[in-house]
C-alpha cells in the first residue's frame, strides 16, 4: 500500500506570509506525529495525535504553530506569519500501533 | 529538552569494519527505537528493544540495552558503502511522544 505523503515537497515562502503543510498517513494509522528537523540537526517534536485523544501540543514552540487532524486522517501543520527560523524540514509519521514509526519524505520550508 | 543523545556526533569507517554508536536518555522508557536516514529526508525503522529486554539482533545489526545506565547501542557488522546514513535513536515514555537524538553520521568508504 501507499506510503506516508507529504505535500509540498518543496515551500518557498517571503517572511510574514502563512503556509499550510500537509501529512496524509497510512491508511488505519491511528498515531500521527509531526517533527522539525533544521540542517544538520536531529529531529524536533511538534505535536502528536493519538486516534480521537486531545493531541499532546507540548513540542509546538510558538502560537503562530497549530496542527489539526481532520476525520483521524489527513493532519495539516499551520505555521502563520512565518519567521527565517522556520526553514527547516518537516516531517510527518504515523503508526498503526504506536510503536514503528512510518515517516513521509518531509516538505521543504524554506522562508526568505 | 531532548530525551537521546547520539555518541559519535559522526563516524567514518571502511567497508568490512563494524560500526558501534551509542545512545543515552534521560527518564524511564517503554522502548527504544533505531531508525536510519538517509539524505535528510524520510527515516527507515531499523530495530526495536523493549525496555525488559537488554539485546536484539537484525540482519546485521545488534542492538543493546541497559536500562540502569539508561543507554544503547547499535552495532552494524560487516559495514557496506550503503550504510552510509545518518542514525537516530527514538524513546518514549508512558504517552508514546516519540523524542529522537541528534543522531550519528556514519560514513563508510569503498
Known amino acids: 500500500g501507499a506510503g506516508v505523503s507529504q505535500s509540498p515537497s518543496n515551500k518557498v515562502t517571503e517572511k510574514g506570509k502563512d503556509v499550510e503543510l500537509r501529512c496524509d498517513p497510512i491508511?488505519?494509522?491511528?498515531?500521527l506525529y509531526w517533527y522539525r528537523q533544521s540542517l544538520g540537526q536531529g529531529l524536533e517534536f511538534l505535536i502528536y495525535f493519538q486516534g480521537n485523544s486531545a493531541p499532546d501540543k507540548s513540542g509546538l514552540p510558538s502560537d503562530r504553530f497549530s496542527a489539526e487532524r481532520t476525520g483521524g486522517s489527513v493532519s495539516t501543520l499551520t505555521i502563520q506569519r512565518t519567521q527565517q527560523e522556520d526553514s527547516a524540514v518537516y516531517l510527518c509519521a504515523s503508526s498503526s500501533d504506536r510503536e514503528k514509526l512510518f515517516f513521509g519524505s518531509g516538505t521543504q520550508l524554506s522562508v526568505l | 529538552s531532548q530525551q537521546g543523545e547520539e555518541d559519535p556526533q559522526a563516524l567514518s569507517i571502511q567497508e568490512g569494519e563494524n560500526a558501534t554508536m551509542n545512545c543515552s536518555y534521560k527518564t524511564s522508557i517503554n522502548n527504544l527505537q533505531w531508525y536510519r536516514q538517509n539524505s535528510g529526508r524520510g527515516l527507515v525503522h531499523l530495530i526495536l528493544i523493549r525496555s525488559n529486554e537488554r539485546e536484539k539482533h537484525s540482519g546485521r545489526l545488534r542492538v543493546t540495552l541497559d536500562t540502569s545506565k539508561k543507554s544503547s547501542s547499535l552495532l552494524i557488522t560487516a559495514s557496506r558503502a550503503a550504510d552510509t546514513a545518518s542514525y537516530f535513536c527514538?524513546?518514549?515514555?508512558?504517552?508514546?511522544?516519540?523524542?529522537f537524538g541528534t543522531g550519528t553520521r556514519l560514513k563508510v568508504l569503498a
Open positions: 491508511s488505519g494509522h491511528t498515531a
Open positions: 527514538a524513546t518514549a515514555s508512558g504517552t508514546y511522544k516519540y523524542i
